[in-house]
């Protein structure tokens, strides 16, 4: 009797949240709305994705390269249960083509961080599952991806580097809803080695300011770090910080007092964001893309099926 209540169960309508990919603007990082030539429409989606099955797409990278625009982001697969890393291309930032999967591990990857450094395009995923942080190079940019080296052996979360005062800073989360830490790391190079800072944690059990929720960029002269709220609820709004100071010793920053993002209420993005990754193309002009979730009905049964003929047809992995 059990067992025919599992059943039946999986024939009854279930919600989930699913994570799309819209393109903001506006005159500064900090004033985003949704690009006025895209409405509220977001440029990728679960229907994106071609043969793919999944249930979201978020954790959006653009870089700019070659006269073009690429953007990585995590692809939640429905059959293998794991985050993956997909890329589209685009002439102008705003109509986008899904290309494939690029990288893809026995574990979980999101938040693929791209940038270039030296001539080098690196890839730092989150890959906590795995319990380290782990870096990649493109052998061949943007397709093809190489891992290169651990970085630091601990599950840090939404790890974002960047370069400042001829050093390289990291910010990462250790202990996602459990103590939800920031800590900062510092090396010469992207590649290593990393040094904790001797403030740490930074933040401990701090849902607002704790995880990372986009690319550090400079503004105004000044650093300015996003972060993920989701003290009552994930998605809550990402918040953003101006860094003040940033040494090995030393660590002070203060919050712009508005939500950057949030939920609309409505459309694609109705009950939440987390991530933006903002590029500046010329004097007061500003372009992001961002992510954003709403509540959807499905089918467990369907899943069930996918998950089971995925499990039995071999396949070549990317990884």
Known sequence: MARFADYLALLKPHTRAQWSIGIYAGSSPLQMAPH?????????????????????VADPFMVKHGGGWF???????????????????????????????????????????VWQ?????????ESSAAGSLRLYKAASFPFDWRFERELIRAPLADATTFEHEGRWWMFAL???????????????HPEGPWTSHRGNPIFRGNRRTSRSA??????????????????????????A???????????????????????????WNASGMHHIDAHERGPGDWIACVDGRRTVRYLPFLDVARS???????????A
Do not use: C
């Open 214 to 239: 986009g690319r550090v960029i400079r503004h105004d002269g000044a650093l300015v770090r996003f972060a993920q709220d989701y003290e009552s609820v994930y998605g809550r709004a990402v918040r």
């Open 36 to 56: 006025p030539g895209l409405g509220e429409q977001p440029v990728l989606t679960v229907h994106s994705l071609g043969t793919i099955k999944a249930s979201g």
């Open 71 to 113: 953007m990585f982001f995590e692809i939640e697969n429905l059959l293998s249960g794991r985050g993956e890393i997909g890329v589209a291309s685009s002439a102008d930032a705003l109509s986008w083509r899904f290309e494939r999967v690029v990288l893809k591990e026995p574990f979980h990857l999101s938040y693929p961080h």
């Open 174 to 188: 250790e202990g996602f809803r459990q103590y939800d830490v920031m800590n900062i790391y510092h090396a010469p």
């Open 308 to 318: 089971r003929v995925h499990r039995a047809l071999p396949g070549p992995s990317l």
């Open 241 to 267: 910080f101006r860094i003040e100071r940033l040494t090995a010793d030393e660590f002070l920053e203060h919050p712009i007092e508005r939500e950057i993002l949030g939920p609309s209420g409505n459309h």
């Open 117 to 125: 450094f030296e001539g080098t395009f690196y890839m730092l995923p």
